[in-house]
């Protein structure tokens, strides 16, 4: 039973489309949050929700919107896709900072 | 701000010798400090974490780091290296209440038979 579950695990798309990816925990943890992973593996936040109210929204163009419908949900929309978006997006939850963040298995975004 | 560097972003060993990941950390609150690490094609595992009390974390794996407050480091050791331990390795800092984990670039570790 996965804790962190993100779907699809790839999307491969065109450029100027408009794309979605799930995120659901079932951890009960209250806080979720959006990494994205570039080509030299380095991580970012992108954004952090904690009982469905956004706590941190990194400088992260505005095409890219999460949602969370609920706290065991965080959803990221992603408009007019570009080039520069192709990268690997982890979803990722917590209950307390001190233990630290469990992530999903990540969303391997290709835009061509 | 928190920020987290780690020096050298490939470290090579042989297989049964020391593994010995680095790790400096910026922070201006007592700093949470985290290992993980990354299998190709996978997420993120959690390997060992520093809050509060011993300095020396034993995590999964047979891996430890130790927290020197007065170095700002939190470096990742193994005794003994196997093949499976070939991966990427992230550090990361965060505090309490932050919600605002930041990551090191990354130490790829490769081992040789």
């Known amino acids: 039973d996965t804790a962190v579950s993100q779907t699809p695990k790839y999307l491969v798309t065109q450029m100027g489309n408009d794309k979605s990816i799930k995120c659901e925990q079932n951890?009960?943890?209250?806080?979720m949050y959006w990494y994205k992973q570039d080509s030299k593996k380095f991580l970012k936040i992108m954004f952090s929700y904690n009982n469905k109210e956004l706590i941190i929204n990194e400088t992260v163009p505005n095409r890219f919107s999460p949602k969370s419908p609920d706290k065991a949900h965080l959803n990221l929309h992603i408009n007019s896709l570009e080039l520069g978006d192709s990268a690997v997006y982890f979803c990722?939850?917590?209950?307390?900072?001190?233990?630290?963040?469990?992530f999903g298995s990540g969303t391997r975004l290709t835009v061509v | 701000a928190q920020s987290v560097t780690q020096l050298g972003s490939h470290v090579s060993v042989s297989e049964g010798a020391l593994v010995l990941l680095r790790c400096n950390y910026s922070?201006?609150?007592?700093?949470?400090l985290f290992w993980y690490v990354q299998y190709p094609n996978q997420g993120l595992q959690l390997l060992l974490k520093y809050t509060t009390g011993a300095t020396l974390v034993k995590g999964i794996n047979g891996f430890e780091a130790e927290f020197k407050k007065s170095e700002t480091s939190f470096h990742l050791t193994k005794p003994s290296a196997h093949m499976s331990d070939a991966a990427e390795y992230f550090c990361a800092v965060s505090s309490y209440n932050n919600n605002d984990m930041r990551f090191g670039a990354g130490t790829r570790l490769t081992v040789k038979p």
């Open positions: 951890l009960g943890h209250d806080t």
């Open positions: 990722a939850s917590s209950q307390r900072e001190r233990e630290g963040y469990t």
């Open positions: 922070s201006s609150v007592p700093p949470y």
